[in-house]
């Protein structure tokens, strides 16, 4: 099945986020979880209409313009529902979103707008579903991120399931079912610290019982789906607004206490300290609509190396002098 995204689109972009994580100081690299690139395709497993399937995403290179080539492996034939497949991949990759405003709202801001041609056509790529990012968010809080990532796949390997294509294994994340059957000694020996066991566990028992619809979070505006995700033990600010950006499709939202974000407005926007909240919010207010993207597209100059960052910065500060009477 061949997808047209609304342009402009770039899918590599859209996908270095989730397979590329940034090379830590000591040059090592994290090994994919859930997502791999293979062969030139995207590919993912996901339980879809109850079954579990492999899908590939690639570009289609013969359109003029940006397209998407959908499928799902197998090794036999079989009537595997391509059309849900397509629809996940529609979401996930935001392909309806037109970028055309966010652009003409930054164009005005020295940073953006050079930030902005730099990633043009890169979308916040979706988590699967609200679930996944909420549990792995909360793996993600106030660790650094080779532990997190260790978490996350120690979670993935107990509690996932499997399955298999060309020789190579696909896992899924955890269901909410299966962590709810667990117990907080058990994800201790995860490497999970007590709090955040229990957490976790009692939002997937929430999720399991009906008690917790995240799914009825996409439907509602950002700041009444952050009121919501707050309100649950273990999730807070910073937990609230990732999870929107992420796996709801929230496109006005701002992690002001998040240092990396803080970090990237202090060397871009010159800056003598690193901004507390308030004046990363009060800064933010030319973003209004689409703060998420303006933070993620700051956030992604960490993916590039240090060379590049200090001449963007350079040459903002020239621009900057330039316009001065």
Known sequence: MILHP????????TLRFILSPPVLANGRRFEPLLDHFEEGEYRRAAEIEGKLVIYGVSENLSDSSPALRVRILSDGRD???LEAVAALVRRQLALDLDLLPFYRLGSS?????RLAIHFRGM????VANPYEALVSAILEQQ??????HQAKRALIERYGRVTEYGGRSYRLFPSPEAIARATPQELRRLQ?????????IGISSAVTKGDLDLESLRTMGSAPAI???CALKGVGDWTAHYVAMRALGHCDCLPAADVGLQKSVQFFYGLRQQPPPARVEKLARHWTGWRSYATFYLWLTYWEDTSWRLALRDEIRRSRKAALP
Not at 6 to 13: K, M
Not at 192 to 200: Q, T
């Open 192 to 200: 999970i610290s007590g709090p955040k066991a229990r957490y976790i």
């Open 109 to 113: 801001d020295p940073v953006l707008a």
């Open 227 to 229: 009121e919501r995700l």
């Open 143 to 148: 660790v650094n991120l080779s532990f997190a």
């Open 6 to 13: 609304a342009e402009p689109f770039d899918f590599r972009r």
């Open 123 to 126: 979308r916040i790529p979706q």
């Open 79 to 81: 009537s595997r529902p």
